[in-house]
C-alpha cells in the first residue's frame, strides 16, 4: 500500500493544519480535526514516524536580525555525473551560506539560495563552485528584491483545496 492509499481525510486535514501553525495546541488541532485530544496525538505521531511529517520551524525574518542579501543562483553544469552531483551536493551541506539547494530539471541542474552579508561574499561563493571539481559551466544570479509569497506548505488535495 503506497502512502497516498494509506491517507485518510483526518491525516490531510491534520498535515494542513500544521503546516499553516506549527504551534498550534494539540487540544486546538484536535478541535480542528475533530478528533479526541488523545487521537489526535496518536495520528501526529504516527504521521511523523512515517516520514511524512519532516521537521517544524520558524520563519525568521532575517533582514531585521542581520545585514543580509539574498541571492538565487541558477547552476549548470559542464557535464552530468553522478560523482559531480555527489561533491557538489556535499559541498553545498558544508556551506552554510547556501540555505537551500534543488536539483532540477530544464536549461539549469540547480537552483539555489544563499545567504550573504554582500556581493564580496557571494563572489567568494561563486569561486568555490567554479573552482571547484564539480564541473560547474555556468552561473546565473539574482538579488531576491522582495519576497512576495514564501513557501507556506504544500496544497494536499487536487485543484488546492484544504482537507
Known amino acids: 500500500m503506497s502512502l497516498k ?10 498535515l494542513q493544519a500544521l503546516q499553516e501553525d506549527a ?11 475533530a478528533l479526541s485530544p488523545s487521537a489526535c496525538l496518536r495520528r501526529v505521531r504516527d504521521l511523523e514516524e512515517r516520514g511524512l511529517i519532516t521537521g517544524y520551524r520558524a520563519q525568521v525574518a532575517i533582514d531585521r536580525i542581520r545585514t543580509a542579501t539574498i541571492m538565487i543562483a541558477q547552476v549548470s553544469f559542464e557535464r552530468h555525473s553522478v560523482d559531480g552531483f555527489v561533491a557538489f551536493d556535499a559541498w553545498t551541506q558544508r556551506t552554510p551560506e547556501i540555505v537551500e539547494s534543488l536539483r532540477i530539471s530544464g536549461h539549469y541542474d540547480y537552483l539555489l539560495r544563499a545567504l550573504v552579508t ?12 567554479t573552482d571547484g571539481d564539480f564541473g560547474v559551466e555556468k552561473i546565473v544570479t539574482s538579488f531576491l528584491m522582495e519576497d512576495m509569497k514564501s513557501f507556506g506548505g504544500y496544497p494536499l488535495l ?3 483545496a484544504t482537507a
Not at 492509499?5 to 491534520?14: A, E, Q, V
Not at 554582500?118 to 563552485?129: A, G, N, P, S, V
Open 5 to 14: 492509499d494509506s491517507l485518510d481525510r483526518i491525516d490531510l486535514r491534520i
Open 158 to 160: 487536487p485543484g488546492g
Open 118 to 129: 554582500d556581493i564580496h561574499d557571494w563572489k567568494r561563493i561563486m569561486r568555490e563552485m
Open 23 to 33: 504551534q498550534v495546541k494539540n487540544r486546538d488541532l484536535a478541535d480542528r480535526v
